[in-house]
């Protein structure tokens, strides 16, 4: 009896008990995922140019009006994809003109005061372009610096919106490779402006935006100075993959510290989700400003990083499928099924493991909705997690090995670079339960075949689990490069697991391709 009561204790404080439930969906002839392979959505797709529009009725009067502050000088336009250009103007009628690449298109402007354009798609360009924006008689605005490629979005929460000024003290060799002459273009919003207006009332976050909500963002060339506060991940993305992809490079941060998922999903699957308020804005509000806003031109693909803020009270329970939900929402406003790159929760210790007591159940939530969004994809980061002498627990700085995971694998299945096994992190791709006692995993993308991270001889973190998520006693050995062997000597197995520890690789968890891409935390019920 005591027995019993001791266990059901400890599956309810073990990081697993409840995660079981979660893969409950997942057998272990089902341990393949759907196919991934590489999707090239940029290459040789590109829309029809459009038609010559007819002379517009325009009775010459004057027109002021502005251009909206996702585009300005010096930005990235989507490659392949219809480039939208509007804005407002504080007259309700009047025609506006544009030029951009030969093309001439015009608009009139609504009643509301709003006008919009759209010029035909065009090839990667990284020769500098003008657009050409004017009325018959009123005032004529140029955005200069228009480059013709790829636009990435950075989103999630703190650590992904770390700025680029402290990891950069874990790589200082790197600062000179930021430089003016890139090709590539960030566009840095703030989390903090997000508040200052809500507070001040100026803006109603809680309904989708058209702009953005700083009058002073805009589009900025990579310098020292620019990226020292621009997302560190999305910063070294951009940089590793220009190193391979000959495409200028948009990037634009839409990240916000603390926020929880359902402060960036739109607010309406939030609330159809159970959600009706916020950590910090209401539910859905960092949705409606930092992301909504650019929906209006199309994206090459995502990178994200969040989950910290739903490391408690059991939300891990939900957390793959509203993650699910969240992508399957943003590729319905871009209207495309862009890849999506997911980085799983860092090692956290020091206060972490008091704030974030769950991080390995979100862990496997986030492992959970890997396999269940298609086109997308995971970055393990517990290799690169907070180290001893570190003063941020909360926030590690190494952030370069992450940046260049994502852009390893945005290569791979954007632009057709590399292959599979190379690219992706390792997974188990084939799981066979030899009796009930031993089991036999063939993992795949595991390069030229799984390394030990710590250079030892001993497999740590990959383990047999009972029904109450309690670790079995487990016997690990390779079989060959791409093949691992668990034998336990209980009857309780019940699924296959790696990472039950806050602290994970390498100390806990060792497994790594022959590139050193580390192993993702993962749960598969038998």
Same mark, same amino acid.
């Given at each position: 009896?005591?027995?019993?009561?001791?266990?059901?204790?400890?599956?309810?404080?073990?990081?697993?008990?409840?995660?079981?439930?979660?893969?409950?969906?997942?057998?272990?002839?089902?341990?393949?995922?759907?196919?991934?392979?590489?999707?090239?959505?940029?290459?040789?797709?590109?829309?029809?140019?459009?038609?010559?529009?007819?002379?517009?009725?325009?009775?010459?009067?004057?027109?002021?009006?502005?251009?909206?502050?996702?585009?300005?000088?010096?930005?990235?336009?989507?490659?392949?994809?219809?480039?939208?250009?509007?804005?407002?103007?504080?007259?309700?009628?009047?025609?506006?003109?544009?030029?951009?690449?030969?093309?001439?298109?015009?608009?009139?402007?609504?009643?509301?005061?709003?006008?919009?354009?759209?010029?035909?798609?065009?090839?990667?360009?990284?020769?500098?372009?003008?657009?050409?924006?004017?009325?018959?008689?009123?005032?004529?605005?140029?955005?200069?610096?228009?480059?013709?490629?790829?636009?990435?979005?950075?989103?999630?929460?703190?650590?992904?919106?770390?700025?680029?000024?402290?990891?950069?003290?874990?790589?200082?060799?790197?600062?000179?490779?930021?430089?003016?002459?890139?090709?590539?273009?960030?566009?840095?919003?703030?989390?903090?402006?997000?508040?200052?207006?809500?507070?001040?009332?100026?803006?109603?976050?809680?309904?989708?935006?058209?702009?953005?909500?700083?009058?002073?963002?805009?589009?900025?060339?990579?310098?020292?100075?620019?990226?020292?506060?621009?997302?560190?991940?999305?910063?070294?993305?951009?940089?590793?993959?220009?190193?391979?992809?000959?495409?200028?490079?948009?990037?634009?941060?839409?990240?916000?510290?603390?926020?929880?998922?359902?402060?960036?999903?739109?607010?309406?699957?939030?609330?159809?989700?159970?959600?009706?308020?916020?950590?910090?804005?209401?539910?859905?509000?960092?949705?409606?400003?930092?992301?909504?806003?650019?929906?209006?031109?199309?994206?090459?693909?995502?990178?994200?990083?969040?989950?910290?803020?739903?490391?408690?009270?059991?939300?891990?329970?939900?957390?793959?499928?509203?993650?699910?939900?969240?992508?399957?929402?943003?590729?319905?406003?871009?209207?495309? !099924?862009?890849?999506?790159?997911? #980085?799983?929760?860092?090692? %956290?210790? @020091? &206060? *972490? +493991?008091?704030?974030?007591?769950?991080?390995?159940?979100?862990?496997?939530?986030?492992?959970?909705?890997?396999?269940?969004?298609?086109?997308?994809?995971?970055?393990?980061?517990?290799?690169?997690?907070?180290?001893?002498?570190?003063?941020?627990?909360?926030?590690?700085?190494?952030?370069?090995?992450?940046?260049?995971?994502?852009?390893?694998?945005?290569?791979?299945?954007?632009?057709?670079?590399?292959?599979?096994?190379?690219?992706?992190?390792?997974?188990?791709?084939?799981?066979?339960? !030899?009796?009930?006692?031993?089991? #036999?995993?063939?993992?795949? %993308?595991? @390069? &030229? *075949? +799984?390394?030990?991270?710590?250079?030892?001889?001993?497999?740590?973190?990959?383990?047999?689990?009972?029904?109450?998520?309690?670790?079995?006693?487990?016997?690990?050995?390779?079989?060959?490069?791409?093949?691992?062997?668990?034998?336990?000597?209980?009857?309780?197995?019940?699924?296959?697991?790696?990472?039950?520890?806050?602290?994970?690789?390498?100390?806990?968890?060792?497994?790594?391709?022959?590139?050193?891409?580390?192993?993702?935390?993962?749960?598969?019920?038998?």
């Amino acid at each position: 009896m005591e027995r019993g009561k001791s266990r059901l204790i400890k599956a309810v404080l073990t990081t697993l008990a409840a995660v079981l439930a979660l893969t409950a969906v997942l057998a272990a002839s089902g341990c393949k995922k759907a196919d991934k392979g590489p999707k090239y959505p940029r290459v040789n797709i590109a829309p029809p140019a459009l038609t010559p529009q007819p002379e517009p009725d325009d009775a010459g009067e004057e027109v002021k009006f502005s251009v909206n502050r996702t585009l300005s000088s010096d930005m990235v336009v989507q490659r392949n994809s219809y480039f939208n250009v509007f804005g407002t103007s504080e007259s309700a009628s009047g025609v506006i003109y544009g030029e951009f690449m030969g093309e001439k298109r015009s608009a009139a402007v609504g009643s509301d005061g709003r006008w919009s354009m759209q010029f035909s798609s065009h090839e990667a360009n990284a020769e500098p372009q003008t657009l050409k924006l004017y009325t018959k008689h009123g005032e004529s605005k140029e955005l200069t610096g228009i480059l013709i490629g790829d636009v990435w979005v950075i989103s999630g929460q703190s650590n992904a919106e770390l700025g680029l000024g402290g990891p950069l003290t874990k790589t200082p060799e790197y600062a000179k490779e930021i430089k003016k002459t890139d090709n590539i273009r960030i566009y840095r919003q703030t989390r903090q402006a997000v508040m200052d207006v809500q507070e001040k009332g100026t803006v109603d976050v809680t309904v989708p935006q058209d702009d953005v909500v700083d009058p002073s963002w805009h589009w900025e060339h990579t310098t020292v100075s620019t990226t020292n506060f621009f997302s560190a991940i999305g910063y070294y993305f951009a940089k590793e993959l220009s190193r391979t992809v000959d495409v200028p490079l948009g990037i634009v941060m839409a990240a916000s510290g603390g926020s929880t998922l359902h402060e960036l999903m739109p607010a309406e699957l939030a609330r159809s989700l159970g959600f009706n308020t916020g950590a910090s804005v209401p539910e859905g509000g960092f949705y409606n400003t930092l992301l909504h806003p650019f929906i209006r031109n199309s994206i090459t693909g995502m990178i994200f990083y969040q989950g910290e803020s739903e490391c408690a009270g059991g939300q891990y329970n939900v957390y793959a499928r509203n993650l699910a939900r969240t992508v399957e929402a943003y590729r319905n406003d871009w209207k495309l !099924e862009f890849p999506f790159i997911n #980085v799983q929760l860092s090692t %956290h210790l @020091g &206060d *972490g +493991l008091t704030y974030w007591p769950e991080l390995p159940r979100l862990r496997m939530a986030q492992f959970d909705a890997y396999r269940q969004i298609p086109n997308s994809y995971i970055v393990a980061a517990m290799d690169q997690g907070w180290q001893k002498g570190d003063a941020d627990w909360a926030h590690p700085l190494y952030k370069y090995e992450l940046g260049r995971r994502a852009a390893k694998i945005a290569a791979y299945v954007s632009y057709g670079q590399g292959d599979e096994e190379h690219a992706l992190a390792p997974e188990p791709d084939k799981i066979t339960w !030899e009796d009930g006692k031993t089991v #036999v995993i063939k993992f795949k %993308h595991v @390069g &030229d *075949g +799984l390394k030990l991270m710590d250079g030892g001889d001993k497999i740590k973190g990959l383990t047999i689990v009972d029904e109450y998520g309690d670790r079995l006693a487990t016997e690990a050995e390779f079989i060959d490069g791409s093949t691992i062997r668990l034998v336990t000597f209980s009857a309780d197995a019940k699924a296959v697991a790696y990472c039950l520890d806050p602290n994970g690789a390498p100390d806990n968890a060792n497994l790594a391709s022959s590139d050193g891409i580390a192993m993702p935390a993962f749960l598969i019920n038998r």
